[in-house]
């Protein structure tokens, strides 16, 4: 244990470095945090997950679901895009537990202008991303789990697309010791990806001293993008554990592939199992810091029904509220 702890911390010796790489990843999409719980425990979660959000964040958190769960989430991204995230999972014992889920980030239309027509050329455009994924995880032991999701990546600006696949991979391993969980997530590895579309096709001139040359068909080539690779390990822990109050606790370390190495924090209490409120602070952000949040959850005919809400603050950009719905039976 005292070695675990004396590594984590030491992980954190360069969070104060610059990043070569700053701002060189794409499909950034792929690093906004899904559901409302997640997001107000400030993203400390590798060690915590054990609901549908789970395939998210660490695919291995999905076997601590007994049957069948669903995770519907939705927000507003800085008043200007409409991010959801839908997953179901289910439990088929003695083989593993299958999940699917699909994150759809898009924009509005926005009329198209040019220095000709600075007013509008009466062309609308529009933009969206999407991912696509399945899980697969089981318990490898009554103590460790390992979980991995294929997703399908698709992004588009008007006329031009560019998909590709990645994969997650996750573990959780849990001591006897206040239910402490030591977690580890990676996420986004694959191929670059590359834009292409009709829009990209031209005439070229081969020389504009001769006035009868034919023009030649073309195509403009756009460079490669990484995706956005992330590592992140943490761990979860039971801070108290008594008949009508319960409150856990995650600290996460974070290594992106296009910036400064992070920290997140997150603690959650909750009150005879059903309203639960929470709190967390990611650290190293240039605009981000404090998340709020609380949650209720309420047994209906066999099933149960969980409400999230999740309240983000930025120093600039405006402030972010997700909204989660999750579904076990």
Do not use: C
């Not at 792929?30 to 695919?59: C, E, R």
């Amino acid at each position: 244990m005292k070695k675990f702890l004396a590594v984590f911390f030491l992980i954190n010796i360069s969070l104060f470095a610059q990043n070569p790489n700053l701002g060189t990843s794409g499909a950034q999409f792929l690093q906004i945090p899904v559901g409302a719980k997640a997001a107000s425990l400030g993203g400390a979660y590798v060690g915590l997950t054990g609901d549908a959000s789970s395939v998210f964040w660490n695919p291995a958190g999905i076997t601590k679901i007994r049957n069948n769960a669903a995770h519907f989430s939705y927000m507003r991204w800085f008043n200007m895009f409409d991010f959801n995230a839908i997953s179901i999972v289910r439990n088929f014992e003695g083989v593993g537990t299958l999940g699917a889920s699909i994150v759809v980030f898009g924009m509005d239309k926005m009329e198209i202008t040019d220095e000709y027509n600075p007013e509008g050329t009466g062309q609308y455009f529009d933009a969206q991303d999407m991912a696509i994924g399945l899980t697969y995880a089981r318990n490898l032991t009554d103590r460790f789990s390992v979980g991995i999701t294929a997703k399908y990546i698709y992004q588009r600006i008007w006329n031009e697309t560019a998909d590709g696949l990645a994969f997650d991979v996750g573990t959780q391993y849990r001591l006897d010791f206040q239910n402490l969980t030591i977690a580890m997530s990676m996420s986004n590895f694959g191929p670059e990806m590359q834009f292409d579309g009709e829009d990209l096709n031209i005439t070229y001139d081969k020389s504009s001293t001769l006035p009868l040359n034919r023009l030649t068909p073309a195509k403009l080539i756009t460079d490669t993008y990484p995706l956005p690779l992330n590592f992140q390990v943490g761990i979860g822990i039971d801070i108290l554990n008594a008949d009508f109050i319960k409150a856990r606790a995650g600290i996460d370390a974070v290594h992106p592939n296009d910036n400064k190495e992070r920290v997140h924090i997150g603690a959650e209490i909750s009150f005879f199992d059903r309203i639960s409120l929470r709190g967390g602070y990611k650290y190293n952000y240039d605009d981000e810091d404090f998340t709020f949040g609380a949650g209720a959850n309420l047994p209906f005919a066999g099933t149960v029904i969980t409400f999230d809400y999740a309240y983000a603050l930025y120093d600039l950009l405006p402030n972010i509220q997700r909204i989660s719905i999750g579904m076990e039976f």
